[in-house]
């Protein structure tokens, strides 16, 4: 069958300095909705986060629970300063396998690792999982960010979640506890994403 033009359009507005409607209007509506202007004309369906995506916690350990990358039984956990433009794998701690209780935790290749605690302009920051050189887990001032239907794509879901508008977003919904600011789940699963065929997701993403 032959893509409607109408459609194509929205696509390629989508595509255009990844400026994604989710942030605007009411981002928090728990239903469905229509995302107007985009690209001049009716934007497309938008749903909300959290129908197609999961944030999952980092897990806490104490200074005395780290060890080598290299040791038997140890599993590398991702920090804050590992979330970089992508995955800085320079400085790596590692925490014994035991400590992490679901197996969820474990980060995967795909996943989005979103600064969670941090000071406010960094909270929000994120970087996608292109490779691992360990198994990795993510630490208590990370989440993970994961598709959690095959209706989503990962990396439309980073392009969408790093864009300046999403980012902005996020970093508003921050609660400040003294000089931290803390990654509000609640709203951020709660923002719309346009979400287009699964085969335009890929080809923006790419």
């Avoid at 806490?60 to 290299?70: A, I, M």
């Avoid at 920051?125 to 990962?154: H, M, N, W, Y």
Wanted: net charge positive; aromatic share 6%; proline share 4%.
């Amino acid at each position: 069958m032959r893509r409607q033009g109408g459609d194509l359009r929205r696509y390629e507005a989508i595509g255009k300095a990844i400026n994604f409607p989710g942030a605007a209007g009411d981002t928090e509506r728990e239903d469905c909705c229509r995302t107007e202007g985009v690209g001049g004309g009716v934007g497309m369906k938008a749903v909300r986060l959290g129908e197609h995506a999961r944030l999952i916690r980092g897990i806490t350990f104490k200074p005395q629970d780290k060890c080598d990358p290299h040791d038997e039984g140890a599993v590398v956990c991702m920090r804050t300063k590992n979330v970089q433009s992508t995955l800085d794998g320079s400085d790596l701690i590692a925490i014994p396998m035991s400590l992490v209780k679901n197996i969820e935790k474990m980060i995967s290749i795909g996943d989005i690792l979103v600064s969670s605690a941090n000071s406010w302009n960094l909270v929000g920051k994120c970087c996608q999982v292109r490779e691992l050189q360990f198994p990795s887990t993510a630490g208590g001032f990370i989440s993970i960010l994961r598709p959690k239907t095959d209706k989503l794509d990962a990396g439309y879901l980073y392009r969408w979640f790093s864009s300046e508008k999403i980012q902005n977003k996020v970093r508003s919904f921050g609660n400040q506890t003294t000089n931290i600011s803390n990654l509000d789940h609640k709203r951020t699963l709660n923002l719309q994403i346009p979400l287009p065929p699964l085969d335009e997701q890929r080809r923006l993403a790419a």
